[in-house]
């Protein structure tokens, strides 16, 4: 019950004492359920006590409360979900939170309301008074505030450590593309390096044949310019044969 309620922390100690060991009552919402899970304890010889609220088997009346200043109806200053609503009249339906312990008093005696104080002194509609110092460093509703509180930061953190981790998927998987697209780009300016290298070599020598042809052509042009020389003469002495 105490993770389905809350309210201003004026009251914690005027709900805390009115609920009493209830505010630890499991809920369901049939009694077939309550079954089967106590089923599961008896099975299991699950120690300690347990107890519970099933919503189809309770009957909760709403009640008319008296119109006054000085009390107001305990189950106004709760803050639950409406699907809970029998629970909560069950339990919190019957007490009015007074000014003090003289008007709970009075409107216990006329109106048969369960009457409190802020400090948590009670009146029941039987007539029965109960009182005394309650120590509010050890509100259960306090603490329960804390533990809801721990826990959204705990799935908060929960949630950021998975959505990092999501990120980091993320972005270790668009490094690898990366890595790869320059890995391929590096292959292909490797072959394109080798290309250029032995189109490089292929240059020079081409140019070293060149050069040793150009070295060769004063030569070659002075032997063709003798040959034609020494052909010219042949033709001329052959000539000669032919007048003689």
Not at 170 to 198: G, L, P
């Amino acid at each position: 019950l105490i993770e389905l309620i809350d309210c201003p922390e004026t009251f914690y100690t005027s709900v805390e004492v009115t609920a009493g060991s209830r505010l630890f009552y499991h809920v369901f919402d049939t009694d077939k359920q309550v079954t089967r899970v106590i089923v599961e304890i008896n099975k299991h010889n699950l120690p300690g006590e347990n107890n519970f609220f099933p919503i189809n088997r309770l009957y909760a009346q709403e009640s008319k409360y008296p119109e006054t200043s000085d009390a107001i109806p305990m189950i106004s200053r709760l803050h639950f979900d409406e699907k809970f609503r029998d629970v909560m009249v069950h339990v919190f339906g019957k007490t009015l939170i007074c000014r003090s312990i003289e008007i709970a008093t009075q409107l216990a005696r006329t109106k048969n309301f369960d009457c409190i104080t802020l400090d948590g002194d009670q009146v029941s509609r039987k007539g029965t008074l109960t009182g005394g110092y309650y120590d509010n460093r050890l509100s259960r509703l306090e603490l329960q505030k804390r533990k809801q509180k721990t826990e959204m930061e705990i799935q908060e953190t929960e949630n950021v450590r998975e959505n990092n981790a999501k990120r980091k998927e993320q972005v270790d998987a668009q490094i690898n593309r990366i890595i790869d697209d320059i890995q391929r780009k590096d292959t292909v300016r490797s072959k394109h390096e080798m290309k250029f290298d032995t189109l490089k070599k292929d240059i020079h020598m081409w140019k070293e044949e060149l050069r040793t042809k150009q070295e060769a052509k004063p030569q070659k042009e002075w032997k063709l310019s003798s040959l034609r020389h020494d052909l010219d003469q042949m033709k001329y002495t052959m000539e000669s044969y032919k007048v003689g």
